[in-house]
Structure formats: structure tokens, C-alpha cells
């Protein structure tokens, strides 16, 4: 119990580092917003209580936002985040249900899981995340490209980081 905590602790921070030190600084024309910061929020535990996901959602919002300098959106979106995720994973959930021992990874749950899994709720979080910042509907096509760049290329980076830290499942 305590290893997995700070297993989990280690993951939010680097996470979180890795988005405000190198991520929040590329300048990709204004049009790409790639963060990987959500994957900390994919691999949580499947059975953790709807409140501590919440909770653990709205910190790291929180976080990102602190640093970030965007008034609570982050926040928001990922309270929406964690607040659907029970229904994807009710969504994604294989025939015979889900083992005590799944975890939410590619390793243990395979690419075509994990990447709708994944899929599904970035583009929840980056379509709540960019309609809240732009609130505009006279930028719609500039909006939905923005979300569908930002969502491909973070989807590419949780993908990489999965790929980078897997682990095989014993046989």
C-alpha cells in the first residue's frame, strides 16, 4: 500500500515537471498544447472511490494551473476527467469484468484497451479544457483543429511514455 503511494506520488511529479518545465514551454505556433499530465490520472487504481478521484483531480489541476497561469481551467477539466472515467471504464470493460489485479496500463490491459481507454478521456479533457479557454464560438474551426492537434500529439506522448515504462504482465 505504502509502496503503490508513492509510486503514485513519484509518477504526479514527474508528470507535473515534465509539463510545466518542458511542455508549457514549447512554442508550437499556438495551435499544438500537448500534456501529459493527465496519464497520471488514467493510471490510477480502477477500483479508487469516485471522491479521491475527484479530489486527486482537482489538485492536480490545481497544480498544472499554478504554474501555468490559467485561473482553474485545468482544474475544471480534470474534475470532468475523473468525474467520467468510472463510466469509460464501465464503457471499456472487458467481458469478464475486470480482475482485482488489473491495473489501468497498456502492459496490463493491451494497446486496443488502453488506447480507447485513453483516447476517450483526453479528448474529454481537451475538448472541456480549450472550449473554456476560448469560450468563443466565432473561433470554432480554429477551436476544433486546435483540439484535435493537441489531442493527437498528447495521445502520442502518454502513448510513449507507456511504451517507454512497460512492464510485462507474468505469465
Not at 146 to 169: G, P, Q, V, Y
Amino acid at each position: 500500500m505504502i509502496i503503490e503511494f508513492l509510486i503514485q506520488l513519484i509518477r504526479f511529479i514527474v508528470l507535473v515537471l515534465i509539463q510545466v518545465l518542458i511542455l508549457n514551454n514549447l512554442h508550437l505556433s499556438g495551435i499544438f498544447n500537448p500534456y501529459i499530465y493527465p496519464l497520471f490520472l488514467l493510471l490510477l487504481p480502477l477500483k479508487m472511490p469516485k471522491w479521491v478521484l475527484l479530489i486527486l483531480g482537482f489538485v492536480t489541476g490545481l497544480t498544472i494551473d499554478m504554474f501555468s497561469n490559467t485561473m482553474g481551467l485545468h482544474a475544471a477539466a480534470c474534475v470532468l476527467f475523473c468525474f467520467m472515467r468510472p463510466q469509460v471504464l464501465k464503457l471499456v470493460e472487458p467481458s469478464g469484468g475486470y480482475e482485482q489485479t488489473d491495473k489501468p496500463t497498456l502492459s496490463y490491459m493491451g494497446f486496443r484497451w488502453f488506447a480507447t481507454y485513453a483516447s476517450i478521456l483526453v479528448v474529454i479533457h481537451h475538448l472541456f479544457f480549450f472550449f473554456l479557454e476560448t469560450l468563443e464560438f466565432g473561433q470554432v474551426g480554429f477551436m476544433l483543429l486546435k483540439i484535435l492537434l493537441s489531442t493527437a500529439l498528447s495521445l502520442l506522448l502518454i502513448f510513449l511514455a507507456e511504451f517507454f515504462f512497460i512492464r510485462r504482465k507474468a505469465i
